[in-house]
């Protein structure tokens, strides 16, 4: 499939997409944004993709926020149906897909930006990352759910106040919140994505997305995380990936994991 704004490679069971819009600094337009669905739910179903990384070209932005040149004169309505639509095909996208999802947050991740790493399952992050919520100094709010992520992620005071001063934070006070897992240099970066993702990849895929789904649940308004959990654990049962695992411990053997 070829792509105007985002590169995707796969190797070794780990498909990359590099958002590459970088004289933009990787800003989030309507296009980008189709194809990052696009891109991602190829990976999803793709047998060989056993990890997805996202990470953004060049050595300054992950992401700088949805492009504000596209919405700059947008109607209520129109503001709305944006945030609406980009939650649905990207970032509630990501947070729901099966395959593991790792951010590397390579430079500045703002506004939509960061809402895209908080969608990843979990981030690492260069030693350069900046991370921030800046929309109130544009007049509008974050719309593509970091409201809700960044409190889950590192507390409501912190959200409020990252949010209220649109401020940006360095990677070692993210790494000090819980924002990122890891802080490394912007060399070692995507090495370190993929040393994670190797180690992930040893593992049932059929049983991690169910992990993912029953971890989700405790953020789902309505939804009784327990029994999902309970729900997800007892189908592993049924599955050639838990036989395997299984047999293979009994048999003190690396397991070989059928599924995906
Ligand atoms: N939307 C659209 N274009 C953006 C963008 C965004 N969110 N962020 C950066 N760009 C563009 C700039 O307009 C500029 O384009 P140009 O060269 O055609 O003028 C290019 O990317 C480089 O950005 P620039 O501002 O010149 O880089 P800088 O190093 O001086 O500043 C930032 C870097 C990240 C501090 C600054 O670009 C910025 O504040 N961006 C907006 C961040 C933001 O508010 N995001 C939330 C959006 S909801």
Redesign the pocket.
Known sequence: MNYENILTTTQNGITTITINRP???N?LNKATIEELHQALDTANTDKNTKVIIVTGSGEKAFV??????EFANFSVEKGGKLAAKGQEILFDFVENLSTPVIAAVNG?A???GLELAMSAHFRVASDNAKMGL??V??GVIPGYGGTQRLPQLVGKGRAMELVMTAGMIDASTALNYGLVNHVVTQDELLPLAKKLASKIMRNSSVAIGKAIKAVNANYKDGVNGFSVEIEAFGACFGTEDFKEGTTAFLEKRKADFPGK
Not at 64 to 69: C, E, K, L
């Open positions: 004289s933009k600094l800003a700088a926020g949805a492009d504000i040149s500045f703002l506004g939509g800046p929309e100094s544009l």
